[in-house]
């Protein structure tokens, strides 16, 4: 496997639409950086996020999930995660991932010096949709997401060959996603 750099991703993104609306450079102007880089794309959140809470004493059941378990929120600025607390949210760029490829997300520095980790989330190859974010506040003070702003660089890794399945095949239960999805078994 071969990291891509920003001409391949650049290429795959024009001619492929593998990511969509593309932002062909880093985007900066007094927001968390945004766009292609040298061998990645830093993606945005879009502005809903669910925000998870703990009124109602519930437990978080991956096989049982219940919108008890957050609120959701809708902001064109930021949101506020609580202390210690969770939330999640999607990107505005739509990925179709092409079968050679698959691409591992990563939390942006400025983000995880202030205590916020974005979870790893691998992307497989044939995925197409938006992918929700996973937003961790570690820190004991509410933290900010900037809505529309980088939170997430994605990072593209051409296999030497294809996989012999790849997540379209299997028919994927997050295939085609758009805006915050929840979990499913």
């Given amino acids: 496997m071969s990291v891509l750099s920003d001409k ?3 290429k795959l993104a024009l001619e492929e639409a593998m990511i969509s609306p593309f932002v062909d450079k880093q985007v900066r102007d007094g927001k968390i950086s945004y766009g292609l880089s ?3 794309y830093d993606a945005r959140v879009a502005d809903e996020f669910k925000i998870f809470h703990n009124v109602n004493s519930s437990v978080v059941d991956p096989k049982k999930f219940t919108s008890d378990n957050f609120v959701t929120k809708k902001s064109s600025e930021y949101i506020i995660i609580p ?7 999607t990107t ?6 092409p079968r050679n490829i698959m691409c591992i997300v990563v939390g942006k520095s400025t983000y995880a010096r202030t205590g916020i980790i974005v979870n790893v989330t691998p992307i497989e190859s044939e995925f197409y949709g938006t992918v929700t974010l996973e937003f961790s506040n570690t820190t004991p003070l509410p933290a900010k997401i900037y809505a529309n702003e980088g939170v997430a660089q994605f990072l ?3 296999g030497d060959q294809a996989p012999e399945t790849s997540y379209a095949d299997r028919k994927g239960k997050y295939m085609g996603q ?3 999805t929840l979990p499913k078994v």
């Fill in 38 to 40: 040298s061998f990645g």
């Fill in 178 to 180: 758009t805006g915050v």
């Fill in 8 to 10: 391949s991703i650049r």
């Fill in 156 to 158: 593209f890794l051409k």
């Fill in 83 to 89: 202390p210690n607390s969770f939330a999640l949210g």
């Fill in 92 to 97: 505005i760029e739509t990925f179709k991932i």
